[in-house]
C-alpha cells in the first residue's frame, strides 16, 4: 500500500480515510507526539548508557548511542520503554567487547534479532554467543524505579536531583539539571480547545510516562484531558506495557467511544491499536513523524505496516479532522 501526501502534507490511504468520519474521541501518545523528547528521554538514553559502560562494565570506548540505533530498536514494536532500550544497548555493547566485535555492526545485528518481545528477546539472542549475566547481575534489571540500579540512574539524569528527590524521596548522585527540563512541548491551549469542541471532551492519554513527569511537563495543559480514562503506564505493573492493547481499551470504554483516534509515533502504537481494533473496538491509527530524526524511515516503517494517516505533526490534526 502507499500512501499519497495531499497538498496539505497528509500522507492518506484514500480508499480508507472515509473512516475518520466515524471517529468520536482522540487518544494521544505523549512523547514524540505532545512533547519532543529528542533532547529530553533521548539523551537520557545515550547519557545512561554511557555511564553504566563506562562505570560499571568498565568498557573504557564504548560507541556513543545515536537515534538510528534508537529508532532501530524501537522500530521493532518491543522498546516503548526507554530503559528497556537503555538496557538493551547496555548488554548488546557489553556482549560485543566480550566478543570483540565492532560496536556498532553488532548492535544491529542485535536489532535484526529483536521483535515486539522487546528486552527478552535481545536476551535469547545475545544468550547464543556469550555469558552477559555478570552486567545483568549488576544491573538486575528490571525491578522498581526505587531500588533498581539502572531505573535510578536513569531517572537521576533524566529528572535532575530537585524533581527527583520530590518523586522518589531519594538523592540523586548527579549534580547537573535534568534533562526533562529539555522537553519541547507541541501541544498548546489553541489545538486542545479546537478538539474538546469537536469531540465533547473525549480527549484523553494512553502514554508510557508516570503521571506527574506528564505534569511537570504540560502543566495547566494536562488538566484539559479526561484523566480519569487516560493511562500513565509508568505509574502501572509492566504487564500493561505497550502494546499490550488492555489500557488502551479501558481508556476507549471509560469514554464510550464507538471509533476512536489513536495518534502515536511508534511500532508500538501502531501495534496496540491494530490489537484494540482485532478485540472489537475500532481504532484509527495515526501516525506522528515529524519528531523523528528519519522521517522518511518512519513513514516507510508505517506505510509498511499499512497505516492508513501520518502526519508531521499534530498540529495537522484539525486539517484532516475538518475543524479549520
Do not use: W
Request: net charge negative; proline share 2%; charged share 25%.
Amino acid at each position: 500500500m502507499t500512501l499519497i501526501k495531499n497538498s496539505e502534507g497528509i500522507y492518506v490511504d484514500d480508499s480508507k480515510i472515509d473512516i475518520l468520519n466515524n471517529v468520536d474521541a482522540i487518544i494521544f501518545d505523549c512523547d514524540g507526539v505532545l512533547i519532543d523528547i529528542t533532547k529530553s528521554y533521548d539523551l537520557a538514553i545515550i547519557k545512561t548508557t554511557q555511564y553504566v559502560l563506562e562505570n560499571l562494565a568498565k568498557i573504557s570506548n564504548p560507541i556513543e548511542i545515536d537515534f538510528e540505533i534508537i529508532d532501530g530498536f524501537k522500530s521493532t514494536g518491543g522498546f516503548n520503554d526507554e530503559v528497556d532500550l537503555t538496557y538493551a544497548a547496555i548488554i548488546s555493547l557489553v556482549a560485543a567487547s566480550q566478543l570483540e566485535k565492532d560496536q556498532r555492526n553488532f548492535i544491529f545485528d542485535v536489532i535484526k534479532n529483536s521483535d515486539s518481545t522487546g528486552i527478552i528477546s535481545v536476551e535469547k539472542y545475545l544468550e547464543t554467543l556469550t555469558d552477559v549475566s555478570n552486567i545483568k547481575k549488576q544491573l538486575s534489571y528490571p525491578g522498581t524505579h526505587h531500588e533498581n540500579p539502572l531505573y535510578q540512574i536513569f531517572d537521576q539524569l533524566f529528572y535532575g536531583p530537585d524533581l527527583y528527590q520530590k518523586l522518589f524521596n531519594q538523592t540523586s548522585k548527579f549534580s547537573e539539571s535534568g534533562l526533562i527540563e529539555q522537553d519541547d512541548v507541541i501541544i498548546n491551549d489553541i489545538l486542545i480547545e479546537k478538539l474538546l469542541d469537536k469531540f465533547n471532551s473525549k480527549l484523553a492519554m494512553v502514554t508510557g510516562r508516570g503521571k506527574e513527569s506528564v505534569r511537570y511537563s504540560l502543566k495547566s495543559l494536562l488538566s484539559k484531558f479526561d484523566l480519569q480514562n487516560s493511562m500513565f503506564l509508568e505509574d502501572e505493573s509492566r504487564e500493561l506495557a505497550k502494546p499490550n492493547p488492555k489500557s488502551l481499551l479501558n481508556s476507549i470504554q471509560g469514554m464510550n467511544s464507538i471509533c476512536s483516534l489513536y495518534v502515536g509515533d511508534s511500532m508500538e502504537d501502531f501495534i496496540m491499536a491494530k490489537k484494540t481494533t482485532d478485540s472489537g473496538h475500532e481504532t484509527v491509527f495515526c501516525g506522528i513523524i515529524g519528531t523523528s530524526k528519519n522521517p522518511q524511515a518512519k513513514l516507510d516503517l508505517f506505510e509498511k505496516n499499512n497505516a492508513i494517516l501520518v502526519l508531521d505533526s499534530i498540529h495537522q490534526l484539525p486539517k484532516v479532522l475538518n475543524l479549520d
